[in-house]
């Protein structure tokens, strides 16, 4: 099993900065991913962005240019540097982790097939 635990979410004005980070513990593959995905209030969830161990990256189109993810392989955890955040930004961002089995449903949006996930963190962004 893979534990998740996100750490980094909050209020900030339009045109600001926020960096979140996931940690994960447990049966860890050295073959994987982990990104961020987010749901807005009566909207699906839908990817952030993405990124491999190898260093594969995969970002929504709203993001590009403004979030970057990364990660250190060796303490397990995938960050995700936030700026210029927009009202539209606003959600719970979540983190989650995929094996061989479901990384490929990972980095096309696929949530439905991954089952593994944090506890989720809130980012608003004010106007």
């Known amino acids: 099993q893979v534990q998740l635990v996100e750490s980094g979410g909050g209020l900030v004005q339009a045109g600001g900065s926020l960096r979140l980070s996931c940690a994960a513990s447990?049966?860890?593959?050295?073959?994987?991913?982990m990104g961020w995905y987010r749901q807005a209030p009566e909207k699906q969830r839908e990817l952030v962005a993405a990124?491999?161990?190898?260093?594969?990256?995969k970002y929504a189109d709203s993001v590009k240019g403004r979030f970057t993810i990364s990660r250190d392989n060796a303490k397990n955890t995938v960050y995700l540097q936030m700026n210029s955040l927009k009202p539209e930004d606003t959600a719970v961002y979540y983190c989650t982790y995929g094996t061989i089995a479901t990384m490929a449903y990972l980095l096309e949006g696929e949530y439905d097939y991954l089952d593994i996930w944090g506890q989720g963190t809130l980012v608003t962004v004010s106007s």
């Open positions: 447990g049966s860890i593959f050295s073959d994987n991913a």
């Open positions: 990124i491999t161990t190898s260093g594969r990256t």
